[in-house]
């Protein structure tokens, strides 16, 4: 079993399903779009979904072209309370501090993401990663997008 | 103004005082082992003749048909893997099972387990309404077939089967048949509100469980009709007619008894209370959420079954919304497992994978109110509207 997962059937205590911090991002979740951003929002769009779970993820990103740092990130999921918190959560890692660069935030693991969250029941852990697929495809689509311009 | 509502009684309901008052005297004085001669052997020996004469009643029964249990999945096993065991064909081929794709997993995991020890087992699909019908049962029938287990009122959307046609059929199909076929269903969901009479229903078997009836948990029963054979799924004594071994729970089995018979005092009252409050509940729902729509037949339901899909927002996450004002419901969609499928109940339905995880059951039950009901629908409205905002479905 990995370091970062923990079953919380194993714990006493349970002041809620998750951790304090999934329950925090699940009812204050961050950097969600209500409404579907317009073209010029956004530099790329990345698009994942998990057809036998049904959750669908979709992560907008724009990029500061000076520095190759994410300046901005918009998202949408349908999904379980994990999964919008691990998007929230990720959400916040690769904006906050000035932003990652599109090299950092590739690299990015669900693990990582699972850490920040005070870990995840092993059962849930496949609903932490379509945050960072989306992630990965709208950042492929924007260097897509650089090179075919 | 944070309220407790609870709409989860095909989950579990709590206990009623008067079930709970008739069981304390077993856990403390009456303590004894019912199968001990002496004086609080035969004390408890005589609550187990009791309750047994009580619950045998219920079924329309003779107290040598009725088998006290660990509770409705145990009742279920029991009923499914003792026959079909005690029965079996000779030969390759052990014998034939007629079953739905909308039975609850205690009846598929044990029509699974007897599907590796050699039996065949038929899955019949029931309709987008979760209805099967008794031409379907007639048609699956082969000459191999021993048993037939159709849920009487399903747990999730609360359909109920045309168990007593199914039965007639079965029953006509059974004259001069040499192995005549024997006839299961699960009524743990439907014991509260519908008759449980095996004649009527022309059943022989019937699971019925006491923590779906405000009686305590890890208690069932099993009606056998008398003659049909079974073979015990749990050895080490004579116990209840050598059906089930262990010592009897005494508690546990007169609180079912208590509960059963409370249930079937207040069973029309309640029903007209409820069925009134669910068809309002709906009716709210479905006129205040758009793309709401309710799972399940409209009419053919259990009084206190709604069983709704939010298109575009996944069941976990407004259980868990609601649970934050107070409100405890349910989710069909099982996303938690290795295998992340949504409930086999409701895509038996033939709705959207999408839409299957949306789907919200809420179970009223004794202590439910209006008041209840108004403050669910108000968070409801919220929740569905805030959880679709994030939502990356339409």
Redesign the interface.
């Given at each position: 079993m990995k370091k970062y997962a923990y079953d919380v059937k194993d714990t006493n205590d349970r002041k809620w399903?998750y951790s304090e911090t999934i329950k925090d991002h699940?009812?204050n979740?961050r950097n969600?779009l209500?409404e579907e951003p317009k073209n010029e929002e956004f530099d790329a769009l990345g698009?994942v979904d998990?057809?036998?779970?049904?959750?669908?993820?979709?992560m907008w990103i724009k990029v500061d072209k000076k520095n190759n740092k994410i300046k901005k990130v918009g998202?949408?999921?349908?999904?379980?309370?994990p999964?919008?918190s691990a998007t929230s959560m990720l959400s916040v890692m690769i904006s906050e501090k000035g932003g990652m660069t599109l090299e950092e935030a590739y690299k990015i693991t669900p693990s990582a993401i699972t850490k920040r969250m005070g870990g995840l029941p092993l059962?849930?852990v496949?609903?932490s990663v379509l945050g960072d697929q989306a992630l990965r495809k709208a950042i492929d689509n924007y260097k897509k997008n650089q090179s075919a311009d | 103004m944070k309220k407790e509502v609870y709409l989860d009684h095909a989950s579990t309901t709590p206990i009623d005082p008067l079930v709970l008052r008739a069981m304390l005297p077993y856990l403390k004085s009456h303590y004894g082992n019912a199968s001990a001669i002496y004086r609080i052997g035969r004390e408890a020996k005589n609550a187990l003749v009791s309750a047994r004469k009580s619950v045998a009643n219920v079924f329309g029964a003779r107290e040598n048909e009725v088998v006290f249990t660990g509770g409705g999945s145990e009742s279920i096993s029991l009923a499914l893997l003792g026959y079909a065991r005690a029965n079996a064909l000779k030969g390759e081929n052990k014998g034939h099972i007629i079953t739905t794709n909308a039975e609850h997993s205690a009846v598929l995991q044990a029509c699974e387990q007897l599907q590796k020890e050699g039996y065949k087992v038929t899955y019949l699909p029931v309709d987008n309404e979760g209805l099967v019908t008794p031409a379907q049962v007639v048609k699956a029938v082969n000459k191999n077939t021993i048993l037939v287990s159709v849920i009487y009122a399903n747990n999730e959307i609360g359909t109920i089967a045309p168990i007593g046609a199914i039965g007639r059929e079965i029953a006509k199909i059974n004259i001069g048949r040499a192995h005549k076929i024997a006839f299961h269903t699960d009524a743990c969901q439907a014991a509260g509100y519908l008759n449980l009479h095996a004649n009527d229903l022309k059943a022989d078997l019937i699971s019925i469980n006491a923590s779906k009836l405000y009686g305590p948990k890890g208690v069932g029963a099993l009606y056998v009709r008398d003659g049909k054979k079974l073979q015990p799924i749990i050895f080490g004594g004579m116990q209840e007619m050598s059906k089930r071994a262990g010592t009897e729970n005494i508690a546990g089995i007169v609180g079912l008894k208590v509960a059963l018979e409370l249930a079937l005092k207040r069973r029309l009252a309640e029903t007209k209370r409820l069925t009134k409050m669910r068809d309002y509940f709906v009716e709210q729902i479905v006129k205040t959420i758009p793309s709401a729509r309710l799972n399940g037949h409209p009419l053919k339901r259990l009084p206190n079954n709604v069983n709704v899909s939010f298109s575009?927002?996944?069941g976990?996450?407004a259980v868990?919304?609601l649970d934050?004002a107070g409100i405890a419901c349910s989710t069909g969609?099982a996303?938690?497992?290795?295998?992340?499928?949504?409930s086999h109940v409701i895509l038996a339905l033939g709705i959207s994978?999408?839409d299957?995880?949306s789907a919200v059951r809420f179970t009223l039950g004794r202590g439910t109110t209006m008041k209840d009901l108004e403050y669910t629908l108000l968070h409801l409205q919220e929740v569905v509207m805030k959880l679709r905002?994030?939502?990356?479905?339409k």
């Open positions: 399903l699940f009812f979740p969600f209500a698009v998990h057809s036998m779970c049904g959750d669908v993820m979709k998202w949408k999921t349908f999904g379980c309370a999964a919008i059962r849930k496949h609903c | 575009g927002i996944e976990e996450s868990l919304y934050a969609s996303c938690n497992s290795t295998v992340q499928k949504p994978k999408s299957a995880h905002a994030i939502s990356a479905v």
